[in-house]
């Protein structure tokens, strides 16, 4: 009786085995993966030595120095390394997150511990907060933001204009943003909070209301998304970074720089407006397959989606389909003969 029992799961693995088989080769595996493609400023390298290749899931601008993050979930960095923001990187996969501050760098480990390293003299990395269940880090100019698994934000490192200290105390927090000297974070009914350095009135003139979906901290200015797609930009105007802000709905990422922005729109075009110094904004590529982008200080950063190549089918496949029905059919009966058999 055992050995029947044996023979029958046998059997089944059998039948099972043939079933994957046919599903693994005959449909098409098809992904998503994207390459990195920078323009601006290149003065310390941050455009020439970006990584080249496929498969980047996140991005995050500077000032001098930019990180990628991989869909394995390892962290790239390049550009100015004076205070080791690029060279301490840490090593290893299943990284969620990252953001490049004036010359920091945070990162988001797969199990929420933050990982900070670069410039410390405000605290921005040794005062990080330690624990896992964190969700979304920002790096600022001297000071960082994280949100806790709660929606609760932590702040730490410079708090010379109140960025740290006068953080919204509660939970429920949804996204943080740290710009220059202020910094940003999103309720979870949508409402914007802005604290810290509030020159251009890139705190006090933030829209008033609900519904929006991101935000975005710069250095003297604000982005915020609504639930619309509209971009709402406010505070330092020198160069336009607020007053040019794209117009319409259906945007669906934002980024504020140092004085420039960057909009990616509904269709996967990319638009940048504010100062163009370094060709931060005249440079930005062609096309509606871009699916995130990213504003450093004098340089932006995008990701292009490339589709990867369908999977190829080995000889000889066009025959394959005639041929695979019959045997699964005949292996089913089998099967199913020998599990009739077994409970006789």
């Not at 059997?11 to 046919?22: D, K």
């Not at 945070?106 to 670069?118: E, H």
């Not at 929006?212 to 406010?234: M, Q, Y």
Request: proline content about 4%.
């Amino acid at each position: 009786m055992r050995k029947s029992t044996d023979f029958s799961k046998t059997a089944i693995r059998i039948v099972l085995s043939l079933v994957l088989f046919f599903i693994f080769l005959i449909i098409p595996v098809s992904a998503e993966s994207g390459e990195i493609v920078v323009f601006g400023d290149d003065g310390r390298d941050q455009c020439s030595d970006a990584p080249v290749g496929i498969g980047f899931t996140d991005i995050s601008a500077g000032v001098f120095h930019s990180l990628a993050l991989n869909s394995d979930g390892s962290v790239f960095a390049w550009g100015d390394d004076d205070w080791k923001q690029c060279s301490d990187t840490p090593v290893g996969i299943g990284f969620t997150d990252v953001s490049a501050g004036f010359f920091h760098s945070l990162a988001l480990s797969s199990n929420g511990s933050v990982f900070a390293w670069g410039d410390d003299g405000n605290g921005q990395c040794s005062d990080a907060p330690v624990g896992i269940g964190f969700r979304d880090v920002s790096a600022g100019g001297f000071h960082s933001l994280a949100l806790s698994s709660d929606g609760s934000v932590f702040a730490w490192g410079d708090d010379g204009n109140g960025q740290c200290s006068d953080a919204p105390v509660g939970i429920g927090f949804t996204n943080v943003s740290a710009g220059y000297y202020h910094s940003l974070a999103l309720s979870s009914d949508g409402s914007v909070f802005a604290w810290g350095d509030d020159s251009w009135g890139q705190c006090s003139d933030a829209p008033v209301g609900n519904g929006f979906t991101a935000v975005s901290a710069g250095s003297g200015h604000s982005l915020a998304l609504s639930s619309d797609g509209s971009v709402f930009a406010w505070g330092d105007d020198g160069n336009g970074q607020c007053s040019d802000a794209p117009v319409g709905i259906g945007f669906r990422d934002i980024s504020a720089g140092g004085f420039h922005s960057l909009a990616l729109s509904s269709d996967g075009s990319v638009f940048a407006w504010g100062d163009d110094g370094n060709g931060q904004c005249s440079g930005v590529p062609d096309g509606t397959d871009f699916v995130r982008v990213s504003a450093g200080e004098a340089l932006s950063l995008v990701i292009r989606e490339i589709e990867a190549t369908p999977k190829p089918m080995p000889e000889p496949v066009p025959e394959f389909p005639k041929i695979a029905v019959p045997l699964m059919v005949i292996a089913g009966i089998f099967g199913v003969s020998l599990i009739a058999r077994q409970k006789e």
